[in-house]
């Protein structure tokens, strides 16, 4: 079994390796920029969904955490993390009366939950579920700044929806207006530095003409968070965000890694991996033991890594437990029981797959396993 | 929390939802079906990865199950399934050990284990292995009938590549020759069912020369094995294979669905779903609470089904946790709150995503919970 000390050229495949060195200097460079640009740093855990590693940027810095999921919240929480931001929407009653439990168990250490509305319904449901458990909410309005999925028009789409929507929560007893979510999804994976810097703007724009409205209509609006790992540095310098949620900085996958970057940003490096094993070879292909069930596809395949630096093979995939690698370089495929590494094309539905990371110190090949890192919120989709 | 008796409108989502009385129609039409046709039904069970389930697909008439790795064998083993079989190689050294120590504790149980080989080492590294462990296990020879990527070239287009890996298996102690693993997984979803039918028919032309050469090779082949829910009918009809490995057909995912059928097979009906909900609504389009942490998308989107039949809705990717929903049939998007139900695109890797399934007795409209079950083998990719 994978246990401390293991080297990595022992382990069982497919895992999902954690490189703790590269991991530890993306969390010291975010940390470091966050720092410098004197805007909070609440990394979004639903890509980690781990308390351990949840905690390792609050002790680098971070205000806390985001999460996506009520589940996810309520482990992040059994594992030590006090500060959490649901930045989503919960309808359920059900679900909010979890919420509101949860939220007076962080108060009780001194922590605090907040969570985004986007529609009246919510607002009176969630004020429901708070005053009946006797607890205190911050709650922040979501406008659409792009992403088209969730969010009120930003104000300078509808003069009016942000700043009604924010009036009731600021009406709602059990609430607190805490400000505006702002989050434009889609922009981080632009590739071009500039048009990337484009969509961002639209976003800063649309939040700040909405901090405005909300400020004229007598409304606080003490914070705008938002921002991923692709656009930080311009919702960072904007003014108008004081919090940034880029959570994909920390592993760096495939898919960002195929941004184009300015050399203003910080860099981030791979840091998760799936290793895997050639079980098959012949006719110019060697098939690795690990399929889609094995790293997500939604953002395309991954990458095959080699980390002497040495060899290069395009990744074909094979199916569900299947890779299938051919020679990009001219050379042969790789031999039967060979190790391959494997950037995944998106880090966060791949971590999601797994029940635990392996740790590795000393990188990928001579390193060993240091620790076993759990990823408490593994599945926690509700 | 979800447990027996609650109504199908009360379900937390999202939530994996079995519809038992439609699974179990599928069960017991494809058992009807394999007795009809005098063939053997060892069902794949990386498609549900539940213990029991392989013990309702026993009950109902097949001989044993499929597995696709070291650890699902395990897991299923766990539950009670003593006849398995692992229909891909398995390379590693320390995964060898593991399933000859399971092939002993299968063996004292009554049971078998059997395992796929393609390469000589492999065949080495297994008798090695077994001959350890004091252990036995039947061997298949995989040829390449179609889908590329593991298994030998069949006889037709090499007359020696499976003749050869077969004598060695025949004359490696503890190692039983049991015949040839001929699967052509892309032949499954081929739509139309002639050209689906031709797909198949070249892999049972390639699967019967192959076993006419071992045959006069004087080595046994007491068995071909193979086929998927997509061309099952064909295969089972050949009188070249003896064993159908078909597993979606329990629960026909959206894809499967997707396929022409010929009015001759027998018809599979949805039972799985992702329950979802809205969580977000306005201008045109409904955001639920379901997105590809919640259904694998591998093989496309999810279609919504309404179990009422009245409305159509189109789905749209949203992320990791949410889906856009607008309406297709000219009327309002569904309403905030509204449960919404899921027919995966792919089951196989959607399953994998969750710990359970939510069984429910008398259908998605009324039906209520009568029992949950455990997907034992959810992540078992080593």
Known sequence: MTRPGLHVSELDTPALVLDLDAMERNLARMAAYAAGAGVRLRPHAKMHKSAELARLQLAAGAVGVCVQKTSEAEALAAGGVDDLYVSNEVIAPAKLARLAALARTLRARGGRLAVAVDHAEGVARLGEAVRAAGAEVDVLVEIDVGQ?????????RDPLAAVELARRVAATAGLRLAGLQAYHGKAQHVRAVEARRAAAAGAIASARATREALERAGLPCPLVTGAGTGTFAFEGASSVYGELQAGSYLFMDRDYADNEWAPSQPAFEHALF?????????????????????????????????????????????????????????????????????VPGHCDPTVNLYDRYVGVRGGLVDGRVERIVAIDARGAVT
């Not at 790293?295 to 395309?300: C, K």
């Not at 020679?327 to 790789?334: M, R, S, V």
């Open 148 to 156: 088209g999925r969730c969010g009120v028009p930003p104000a300078d």
């Open 274 to 342: 799936v290793a895997a094993q050639v079980m098959s070879a012949g006719q110019g292909r060697a098939v690795v033991d690990a399929g889609h069930k094995s790293h997500a596809i939604d953002s395309g395949l991954p990458r095959v890594h080699d980390p002497a630096g040495r060899r290069r093979f395009a990744f074909e995939n094979g199916g569900d437990e299947h890779g299938i690698l051919r020679p990009a370089d001219g050379g042969p495929p790789p031999a039967l029981g060979e190790r391959v590494w494997l």
